[in-house]
């Protein structure tokens, strides 16, 4: 099955969209665009790069079953041994970058977490995503945690686009 995330926001703070899973459609949050010397952002502070991933199953240390975005074109690898290596042997590109429950922006590093809705947490004045536990086995009941799944994540019409990040 082939899911979509349209981003409409891309701002300092964090990275905005829309999950659609079949007809199905929730909220999504990320960190914003940190742009490295390498495709695919900034490993671990970055959001997913716009472009075509495979989903891979992957479970995490807390048992959770979540998946994993693959795409070695854009620098985004399963494993941290799968990346590639420059002229000096510096390991390029990001890995483990995973579609996970979380409900802020700086609770994912370089992963995706869906909500079911979206607010302005009234005690951290921070934009969040709801229900995010929830939305995740809603997510897994649609796509019973095996291969053979894809995610195109892209830009959507008039989404806001901030400046790059740079640190």
Partial sequence: MELTLARFAYTPSETQGILRIDGWTCFTIEQPWR????????????????????LVPY????GDKVFALVN???????RKGERRKDAQDNPLGRYKCLF???NYAHQVKGCIAPGEDRIIDPKKHQLMVTNSRLTMTQIL???????????????????????????
């Fill in 72 to 78: 070695t074109d854009l620098g985004v690898h399963f």
């Fill in 100 to 102: 996970h429950s979380a």
């Fill in 35 to 54: 742009r490295w010397s390498y495709p695919g952002g900034e490993p671990f502070k970055s959001c997913i790069p716009d472009g075509s991933f495979d």
């Fill in 59 to 62: 479970s995490r240390q807390n």
């Fill in 141 to 167: 009941s649609r796509l019973r945690w095996e291969n053979g799944h894809t995610i195109r994540v892209y830009q959507a019409p008039g989404a806001i686009d901030t400046p790059l990040v740079t640190l």
